[in-house]
């Protein structure tokens, strides 16, 4: 039997895995509800990591870099029972809920031109700044996950999510018509940066199996953009970035929810190996990307969480069957998991069948 580690090179690599793989990402406010239903906790009443309670064959272990211009810089600008606003180290105010978890409101944002970028931003993020990154608990988490041999991965967002927290959709939008100089420079500086910060990460810790860039390229309806921008003034970088990586050996998965089909041609020519989470709600067909692209991408994802949030059993089993078998069927790499991430409409028994059903359906 393949172990962790085995089984997800070789569904990156399309070379023979012997079992569909397994991976996802978990709502806080789920594990918190499920820590009620039974799920384990730790000695403070915690709920333990999903990566060692469910057997995930993947797991994060660094990454996550202070990206924004001022390191470490977090105001509080307004605060209720409720929420928060705090501005950030791009000069960006969001707001977030206090007691679930939610996407931040965009409130206000002070980075508004390419003058304002040069002159107040860009100065801190042309350099490596070692103070940026959590080398030691990146040693910690890469040394106790390769001890059980699963595949490890560095993670972060990178060009498109980083200008949306930056600058705000508005203007991000209106520059890439109005300026694309400064949406070019902008790349120019972060994709060198990422490779600078992520390298240190492999040159100090070590090399992980994997890359994961988060970018959500898309909403319930579509792109944000169209193809054509995104080929222009987004995806050079993208290319750039996985060629870094694959330089070194090291495959690349892209996160994107929403509606991303018509960027599938880039995502593939960029060169990633990976792609998650194929939401459906926004039209995506993990099925249908696989029979297209299984030759040239592994998909991790793509079942509908409404299947799981529904509670019906029958349903349940119902579709995972048939997800599993289509997927078989196409002969693309994939891991199983949800087409987002498990939300707190999930009961904890309910994902516990789903996963019994996958391990009865996972051998190929």
Same mark, same amino acid.
């Given at each position: 039997?393949?172990?962790?580690? &085995?089984?997800?090179?070789? +569904? %990156? $690599? !399309?070379?023979?895995?012997?079992?569909?793989?397994? @991976?996802?990402?978990?709502?806080?406010?789920?594990?918190?509800?499920?820590?009620?239903?039974?799920?384990?906790?730790?000695?403070?009443?915690?709920?333990?990591?999903?990566?060692?309670?469910?057997?995930?064959?993947?797991?994060?272990?660094?990454?996550?870099?202070?990206?924004?211009?001022?390191?470490?810089?977090?105001?509080?600008?307004? &605060?209720?029972?409720?929420? +928060? %606003? $705090? !501005?950030?180290?791009?000069?960006?105010?969001?707001? @977030?809920?206090?007691?679930?978890?939610?996407?931040?409101?965009?409130?206000?944002?002070?980075?508004?031109?390419?003058?304002?970028?040069?002159?107040?931003?860009?100065?801190?993020?042309?350099?490596?700044?070692?103070?940026?990154?959590?080398?030691?608990?990146?040693?910690?988490?890469?040394?106790?996950?390769?001890?059980?041999?699963?595949?490890?991965?560095?993670?972060?967002?990178?060009?498109?999510?980083?200008?949306?927290?930056?600058?705000?959709?508005?203007?991000?939008?209106?520059?890439?018509?109005?300026?694309?100089?400064?949406?070019?420079?902008?790349?120019?500086?972060?994709?060198?940066?990422?490779?600078?910060?992520?390298?240190?990460?492999?040159?100090?810790?070590?090399?992980?199996?994997?890359?994961?860039?988060?970018?959500?390229?898309?909403?319930?309806?579509?792109?944000?953009?169209?193809?054509?921008?995104?080929?222009?003034?987004?995806?050079?970088?993208?290319?750039?970035?996985?060629?870094?990586?694959?330089?070194?050996?090291?495959?690349?998965?892209?996160?994107?929810?929403?509606?991303?089909?018509?960027?599938?041609?880039?995502?593939?020519?960029?060169?990633?190996?990976?792609?998650?989470?194929?939401?459906?709600?926004?039209?995506?067909?993990?099925?249908?990307?696989?029979?297209?692209?299984?030759?040239?991408?592994?998909?991790?994802?793509?079942?509908?969480?409404?299947?799981?949030?529904?509670?019906?059993?029958?349903?349940?089993?119902?579709?995972?069957?048939?997800?599993?078998?289509?997927?078989?069927?196409?002969?693309?790499?994939?891991?199983?998991?949800?087409?987002?991430?498990?939300?707190?409409?999930?009961?904890?028994?309910?994902?516990?069948?789903?996963?019994?059903?996958?391990?009865?359906?996972?051998?190929?």
């Amino acid at each position: 039997m393949q172990t962790p580690r &085995e089984v997800v090179s070789r +569904i %990156v $690599r !399309r070379d023979s895995p012997d079992r569909i793989g397994l @991976y996802d990402f978990y709502w806080p406010d789920a594990l918190r509800r499920w820590a009620a239903e039974g799920y384990p906790t730790d000695e403070q009443g915690n709920p333990r990591d999903a990566t060692d309670v469910f057997g995930l064959d993947m797991c994060g272990v660094g990454g996550w870099f202070d990206a924004l211009p001022w390191r470490g810089w977090s105001e509080v600008v307004e &605060e209720s029972e409720e929420w +928060i %606003v $705090r !501005r950030n180290g791009a000069g960006a105010a969001l707001k @977030y809920w206090k007691h679930k978890s939610g996407t931040p409101e965009h409130i206000d944002f002070r980075m508004t031109s390419r003058e304002v970028w040069e002159r107040d931003y860009r100065p801190h993020v042309v350099k490596l700044d070692r103070e940026r990154v959590d080398l030691e608990g990146a040693r910690r988490a890469y040394a106790a996950r390769r001890e059980q041999d699963l595949w490890v991965y560095y993670g972060h967002l990178f060009l498109f999510e980083n200008m949306r927290q930056s600058m705000g959709d508005v203007c991000l939008y209106e520059s890439l018509l109005l300026d694309p100089g400064w949406i070019h420079d902008y790349g120019r500086v972060y994709t060198d940066f990422f490779k600078a910060h992520f390298q240190l990460l492999i040159d100090e810790v070590g090399a992980p199996d994997g890359i994961w860039i988060f970018e959500d390229l898309g909403y319930r309806n579509g792109l944000f953009c169209s193809p054509r921008v995104l080929e222009q003034l987004i995806f050079p970088y993208y290319r750039e970035l996985v060629d870094h990586f694959h330089a070194q050996g090291l495959p690349v998965i892209l996160h994107s929810c929403g509606g991303i089909e018509a960027a599938l041609p880039l995502i593939v020519e960029a060169g990633f190996d990976g792609l998650n989470p194929m939401e459906v709600k926004a039209g995506c067909d993990v099925v249908r990307f696989a029979r297209r692209y299984g030759d040239r991408l592994c998909f991790c994802g793509g079942l509908d969480v409404r299947i799981l949030e529904s509670g019906d059993r029958e349903h349940i089993r119902r579709e995972i069957v048939s997800l599993l078998r289509a997927m078989k069927d196409t002969g693309a790499g994939y891991l199983f998991g949800s087409d987002h991430s498990v939300t707190p409409n999930v009961s904890y028994e309910d994902y516990r069948f789903a996963l019994d059903v996958y391990r009865e359906q996972m051998i190929y």
